[in-house]
């Protein structure tokens, strides 16, 4: 037990004394991340309030007393003809034909013109025994203008709210929101927190395959160097003379590799953590942080070191293989790639991630297990089937690393 101690204890201070290298795995991926997406959300909120504030140019004919208020829309400026100057077919004719043009060199947004008679028409009409066709309104746009087409979704979307306020024949769930407060919380909704509902829906569609892939980074970085490097360099012989097992080397490398991997993904993961609520835009009274219990976060961390002990154990099994470190690096290229497709199987196997025998499966456990922490769906039964599997796939691949140790052609192959 001493020799393991004392092997976790040289390959720690060997990472962490190093000021460089300690700033480049424990300290810069947060960092690089938290300004990333901070950034990004900043950007994506200016971009949003400039849509929010825009106001499009619209031309209409015949607005009937009905939907009056869309000209007092805070998105629309609106230009009315009155009936008088439309009564002329041809001066009418004119002035659709310049609102055509303005509209294709963007100077107008979008021409609506409302028939004749309109509430009357809409008034008299009946679905059934109504022989005639409905009124129509005709929008004139242009679709590959963005503004023009955006113009003309507000407008329809304003005038199928009104349709649907003339054929309402019942309601469903009615209640009263006198104050339109987006905190409404109605009676038949039986969710104890919508809020938390969202936040966690929207962290398992990404955060499982964020979190995986910064805890192989991490592996990676720290597992390739203390390896291949001391291949390289030729420190690993001098390690492997000492009178410790090979086994007890191997178990020693991984553990403290392992821990080295995990500060470096909770650096990323807290990044993420801080960063989300501006890059999703989420309102102040929304926090990621509360929208988990101290289980789910233990659930996590132990399935986090999992998750770093056995990435660490099979990039270290690789590069025993490799001469040099740019060979391992060049070796681990692929598992990157694996990695990176199996994040996609909770998705993929969205209607099995409930049966307990793929929870034996190394990797894929992990994966699905993490997935269902963030959705805040897992069970007990998955937990202890991932953790104790888990355990035991490290344990073999420890023994394997202690083999290979053990085999000279190998580790001294330059």
């Known amino acids: ?36 997406y901070s950034f990004m959300g900043y950007a994506m909120k200016e971009i949003s309030q400039k849509e ?67 509430d009357e028409k809409v008034k008299q009409y009946n679905v059934i025994e109504s022989k005639e066709l409905p009124a129509n309104v005709e929008i004139y746009y242009s679709s590959d203008k963005e503004n023009s087409n955006t113009a003309y979704q507000c407008i329809e979307n304003y005038l199928n709210e009104y ?27 039986l969710a104890e927190k919508k809020d938390n509902v969202d936040v966690k829906k929207m962290m398992s569609l990404f955060l499982p395959m964020l979190v995986i892939m910064m805890i192989f980074s991490g592996a990676m970085a720290s597992a390739t160097e203390s390896i291949a490097g001391e291949k390289e360099r030729g420190t690993m012989a001098t390690l492997l003379v000492t009178p410790v097992k090979r086994t007890h080397i191997s178990l020693g490398k991984i553990l403290s590799l392992s821990i080295i991997a995990v500060m470096s993904g909770l650096s990323s993961f807290v990044g993420i953590i801080l960063s989300l609520p ?18 789910d976060y233990v659930v996590l961390i132990i399935v986090i070191c999992l998750s770093a002990c056995l ?33 996609f199987l909770p998705a993929l196997l969205d209607n099995m991630t409930e049966q307990l025998p793929l929870y034996a499966v190394p990797l894929i456990n992990i994966i699905m297990l993490i997935n269902r922490i963030f959705s805040g769906t897992y069970g007990n039964a998955e937990i202890i089937i991932t953790v104790v599997t888990s355990i035991i796939y490290i344990g073999i691949l420890a023994c394997f690393l202690g083999k290979l140790f053990n085999n000279e052609k190998i580790i001294f192959d330059k």
């Open 163 to 189: 349709e649907k306020t003339i054929s309402n024949k019942f309601d469903i769930n009615r209640e009263k929101n006198k104050n339109n407060d987006k905190d409404f919380k109605s009676k038949y909704d």
């Open 1 to 36: 037990m001493n020799n393991i101690l004392n092997i976790m204890k040289k390959e720690l201070l060997r990472f962490i004394l190093d000021k460089k290298i300690a700033f480049q795995i424990f300290i810069l991926p947060g960092l690089l991340i938290y300004v990333t």
């Open 278 to 295: 501006k890059l999703m835009m989420l309102d102040g009274d929304v926090s990621l942080t509360n929208a988990y219990g101290c289980k």
């Open 52 to 118: 929010e504030t825009k106001k499009y140019n619209i031309e209409m004919v015949g607005v009937p007393q009905s939907v009056a208020n869309i000209k007092k829309d805070k998105s629309f400026k609106v230009k009315e003809y009155s009936a008088d100057k439309v009564k002329d077919k041809e001066h009418f004719e004119v002035i659709k034909n310049n609102a055509k043009e303005k509209i294709m060199s963007e100077k107008l947004d979008a021409f609506v013109i409302f028939p004749d008679a309109f």
């Open 311 to 343: 990435f660490t154990s099979i990039i270290a099994i690789v590069s025993s293989f490799a001469k040099n470190l740019k060979d391992a690096q060049t070796a681990i290229a692929p598992l990157t790639l694996i990695i990176v497709g199996s994040s």
